[in-house]
């Protein structure tokens, strides 16, 4: 079988998920972005390396947050940018996902970035495209989130270079996340060596220890000098029911505050992929505290998909650094 | 019209027949095995040098689509796909839209079927109004309408006064319960087997447990009301080892396995593939060991198609969306045969799963070859090899799991009532 994201010569044909990345791959992005990074304090913070080039934003799913960071790559990249919000449009007048694309791709669209509530639906889109376009995964069910995982270990690099060396710990509702798949492949891809998971049995899928993780349920043992404690978002709609008893009961158990984080070590960073439930599944005082760099996530989160799309458009990395491309 | 089948090398497992013989037909039926009964002489002979005859393959388990799905599927491309795969006899699912519980359904069904003259058509009945696992059905008058049965298809019946009632009205009657063991509530909105590739993918799982809840309330019920079951599409290790206890403690039941569930792992999945999407999901490769050696040792009686045609559409979205399915009455043989050559059984142990032991569970006569029985009949080259892809396919669902796959066992001809109803093109 072969690898949906890569082409014949192993380089990045679509960005769909962490797992199945090689390493160098991995790397190629993060070093990527590095250089993009500097592009966001420029006073023309553009480059043109995808000019010409149109970028199609599908979310199927709402998301802010993901689809503007997008947005704004691809508009420093220089590209011509259309965002659609199928989830109200098409798709309630029964129009299938694969029907909406090939209406884009008469449009001439080069890049697709997709977001959809179903796992896979990113891999569908890639195997039904014609070879020149491109398509990258904004989020897809429970599954990947390629871009997030990317910039979180990003972030952590940045704070913590030593990848080699850290202990992480990633808490909350593992279950429904995609975030944290894309993060423990990231991560075990990494090297890093120590990735722990904690949460109530309710929120971890079956056999989760064979991603590469350890498993915790009790904070105080698991956040027990972590380097990085990345928390996960707790969808309103699991607070209450046959998941967990209560938002209340989910913040004295799993919550971060503090107190837990004094556990981890002094320098510990504290991570959140957003949107963040204040008192749910962190308290404000750390969101808002001096180990938190969950604002500087979001900044590199723009840094990281313009590596990507950067990489995918053209087509190898030694075309898509912006000092190249600038000159 | 008279047909003599020479040189061919005969498996009637009924019989227990596994030699070089000639079968001649007359009107309709066997005559003679082995030698031409006096003054016989054939107005047809079939040359079946190097390929074997066999009694038609019964199924237990294809979905023809009609009535209601007519975009899926149609009774005649499936049914020509039926004798395009060697099966002469098959049961099919009530769940059609309208649901199989009206006598007159099941008449046109039947009478619609038998008209097309190729494979006979067995329905199952619903076993409750609508499927909905509430009100019985008139099962006496399904009955008398051709019902050789009743089930729930996927359906599960969840209040267990009504599986309990429905067991003691069938025993009454002496019919055959067909069942599928998946407990709802855990296996809801669940696509894939609840383990690793789940949790990789990102798939909502249905765990092994939902089997065997579900089996351990069909079982205790069934010990108490006496009822004759027979459970559709076992899927789990665990399922297999709690048959094997209960057939030891003399409990009237049977089952069957599909021929997918007999290669294929979760792993299959791989990148979403759709058609891998199946009813019960594909498990670990350990349950799958775990259902062939329940078929080696008799736990499990037989294998079945689990023939589902699916549109090319309902497949074209992401997995957990896909329709569930796949097409199988063209695979039944070879992936049968598969097992056997790596299982290193010899072709009457592997032939009798397809033929005799499923026309035991449906309590028809069909699947032997015997003098005077009907002749339904299939040949075929156990060696020849044959690529799966749409194109092979006379089902009008071409989606499975198996597409791109050299498969050896290729039909030559099916016989029914001894008339030709299916020969491979030149």
């Not at chain 1, 979180?152 to 944290?180: C, M, Q, W």
């Not at chain 2, 498990?283 to 078929?295: H, N």
């Not at chain 2, 045609?309 to 992401?318: E, G, L, M, R």
């Amino acid at each position: 079988m072969n690898n949906p994201q890569l082409d014949a010569d192993g380089n990045l044909k679509h960005l769909l998920s962490i797992e199945g990345l090689p390493k160098r791959i991995l790397n190629q992005i993060l070093d990527t972005a590095e250089s993009f990074v500097g592009v966001a304090e420029r006073e023309v913070k553009k480059v043109p390396l995808l000019r010409g080039k149109t970028v199609c934003n599908l979310f199927f799913e709402n998301s802010t947050r993901t689809r503007t960071t997008f947005e704004i790559a691809a508009k420093r990249l220089s590209a011509d940018v259309i965002s659609l919000n199928v989830s109200t449009s098409s798709q309630s007048k029964g129009e299938t996902i694969l029907d909406t694309v090939d209406n884009l791709i008469a449009m001439h669209a080069d890049m697709f970035v997709v977001r959809h509530g179903q796992s896979g639906a990113a891999h569908l889109i890639a195997k039904h495209v014609p070879a020149h376009i491109h398509v990258v995964n904004a989020g897809d069910g429970r599954h990947s989130h390629p871009t997030q995982g990317l910039l979180d270990v990003f972030t952590i690099r940045k704070y913590k270079p030593e990848l080699h060396n850290l202990r992480i710990a990633i808490v909350g509702d593992v279950l429904h996340s995609r975030v944290a798949r894309s993060e423990i492949h990231a991560l075990t891809t990494l090297g890093v060596p120590e990735i722990r998971v904690i949460a109530p049995k309710t929120l971890l899928p079956t056999q989760v220890e064979k991603l590469g993780v350890h498993v915790f349920h009790d904070m105080e043992q698991g956040l027990k000098d972590v380097d990085v404690v990345m928390m996960l978002r707790l969808q309103n709609e699991r607070m209450s029911g046959a998941m967990l008893p209560s938002s209340q009961e989910y913040f004295k158990t799993y919550g971060l505050t503090q107190d837990k984080l004094k556990l981890a070590k002094p320098d510990a960073i504290v991570m959140h992929p957003g949107p963040m439930n204040r008192g749910v599944e962190i308290d404000s005082t750390v969101a808002d505290g001096k180990q938190s760099v969950i604002l500087p996530q979001v900044t590199y989160g723009i840094a990281i998909r313009m590596a990507v799309m950067a990489i995918l458009a053209g087509g190898n990395s030694s075309t898509s650094s912006p000092a190249g491309a600038a000159a | 019209m008279k047909i003599h089948i020479k040189n061919g090398h005969l498996i009637d497992p009924k019989n227990n027949i596994n030699d070089k013989l000639d079968v001649f037909i007359a009107a309709g039926k066997i005559v003679a095995i082995g030698k031409a009964p006096d003054g016989f002489v054939a107005n047809h002979t079939i040359d079946a040098t190097h390929l074997t005859i066999c009694p038609g393959l019964v199924d237990l388990s294809a979905r023809l689509r009609e009535p209601g799905d007519e975009y899926k599927a149609r009774l005649l491309s499936e049914l020509q796909a039926a004798v395009a795969g060697g099966v002469t006899s098959l049961a099919c699912p009530p769940d059609t839209d309208p649901v199989l519980d009206e006598p007159g359904l099941v008449e046109m069904l039947k009478h619609r079927t038998k008209q097309q003259g190729l494979a006979h058509v067995y329905p199952l009945g619903a076993l409750t109004r609508q499927l909905e696992g509430k009100a019985l059905s008139e099962m006496n008058e399904l009955h008398a309408a051709g019902c050789v049965g009743f089930s729930q298809a996927n359906v599960a019946i969840t209040d267990t006064q009504v599986l309990w009632r429905a067991m003691e009205y069938a025993a009454t009657f002496g019919f055959t319960l067909y069942l599928h063991a998946e407990e709802p509530f855990l296996a809801a909105n669940g696509v894939a087997h609840d383990g690793e590739v789940a949790t990789r993918l990102g798939l909502k799982g249905i765990p092994s447990a939902a089997e065997a809840l579900a089996l351990a309330t069909i079982l205790r019920i069934a010990q108490e009301t006496k009822a004759k079951i027979h459970i559709s599409r076992l899927s789990t290790a665990e399922g297999v080892d709690m048959i094997r206890k209960a057939k030891q403690q003399g409990l009237n039941i049977s089952c069957d396995v599909s021929a997918n569930h007999l290669h294929l792992t979760e792993h299959d999945i791989a990148y979403f593939d759709a058609n891998c999407h199946l009813k019960p999901p594909l498990r670990t490769q350990r349950d799958k060991d775990a259902l062939r050696a329940g078929l080696m040792d008799g736990t499990i009686d037989s294998i079945c198609s689990d023939h589902t045609p699916v549109d090319d559409d309902a497949k074209q979205a992401p997995f957990a969306e896909a329709e569930v399915g796949a097409t199988g009455l063209e695979l039944l043989l070879p992936l049968t045969l598969k097992w056997a050559v790596e299982e290193k059984l010899n072709l009457l142990q592997a032939m009798r799963l397809i033929t005799q032991a499923p026309a035991n569970v449906l309590g028809i006569v069909a699947g032997e070859l015997s003098p005077n029985s009907d002749a339904d009949l299939c040949i075929f080259d156990a060696n020849e090899y044959w690529k799966v892809c749409p194109q092979a396919l006379k089902s009008q669902g071409k989606n499975t799991p198996f597409t791109g796959l050299e498969l050896a066992g290729k039909v030559k001809y099916t016989l029914v009532h001894g008339q030709i109803v299916y020969q491979q093109p030149h």
